[in-house]
T-cell receptor, first 110, second 114 residues
Framework: RKEVEQDPGPFNVPEGATVAFNCTYS??????FFWYRQDCRKEPKLLMS???SGNEDGRFTAQLNRASQYISLLIRDSKLSDSATYLC???????????FGKGTRLSVIA | EPEVTQTPSHQVTQMGQEVILRCVPI?????FYWYRQILGQKVEFLVS????????KSEIFDDQFSVERPDGSNFTLKIRSTKLEDSAMYFC????????????FGQGTRLTVV
């Protein structure tokens, strides 16, 4: 059974804080990795793909450790608008479906 | 910006009734999916569809569920005889290619079975 596990949260942080989310996946054959963001009662939206060498997009940095089957997301200088649930998502090769973690809820407080 | 659209946004139905959830994927995409999310739980895969046939389905997708792509644009999910536990948010998604590419999600249909 393919599983993706995440920190349960919620994370309540002040504006400007740095926050890190962790994720582990069980299927060593997984090929593609993503962080999606989901606002309350809305659809998941891609935040960023995660590459083997690690990648950064503005205040967001994603890391992948294939040996440990571990993915992370770092958010620097948190904004109120970052408040959402962050979903770790894993995919095998080809047309296989995305496998979602349960998500970690982040609340950024003024 | 192209988007996946779903209708209706909210459907209330009585237990035992049939419902059809509709989706219009992004026009040049080839892979289509249905997922569901029970309130407070994770997004779960139901079924994937490619080249006019089901390519994979989960254990949730039993005989009560079916999918169709009746024309070049619509992609539908039918639940034949709804149960209380079918109450959830149903998301349609599409991709232009297979693994490694972004899946675009519709805004979802909230199904409430009473």
């Amino acid at each position: 059974r393919k599983e993706v596990e995440q920190d349960p949260g919620p994370f309540n942080v002040p504006e400007g804080a740095t926050v890190a989310f962790n994720c582990t996946y069980s299927n060593s054959a997984s090929q593609s990795f993503f962080w999606y963001r989901q606002d309350c009662r809305k659809e998941p939206k891609l935040l960023m793909s995660v590459y083997s060498s690690g990648n950064e997009d503005g205040r967001f940095t994603a890391q992948l450790n294939r040996a440990s089957q571990y993915i992370s997301l770092l958010i620097r200088d948190s904004k109120l608008s970052d408040s959402a649930t962050y979903l770790c998502v894993v995919n095998d090769a080809g047309n296989t479906p995305l496998v979602f973690g349960k998500g970690t809820r982040l609340s950024v407080i003024a | 910006e192209p988007e996946v659209t779903q209708t209706p946004s909210h459907q209330v139905t009585q237990m035992g009734q049939e419902v059809i959830l509709r989706c219009v994927p992004i026009s040049n995409h080839l892979y289509f999916y249905w997922y569901r999310q029970i309130l407070g739980q994770k997004v779960e895969f139901l079924v994937s569809f490619y080249n006019n046939e089901i390519s994979e389905k989960s254990e949730i997708f039993d005989d009560q569920f079916s999918v169709e792509r009746p024309d070049g644009s619509n992609f539908t999910l039918k639940i034949r005889s709804t149960k209380l536990e079918d109450s959830a948010m149903y998301f349609c998604a599409s991709r232009d290619r297979g693994g490694g590419t972004e899946a675009f999600f519709g805004q979802g249909t909230r199904l409430t079975v009473v």
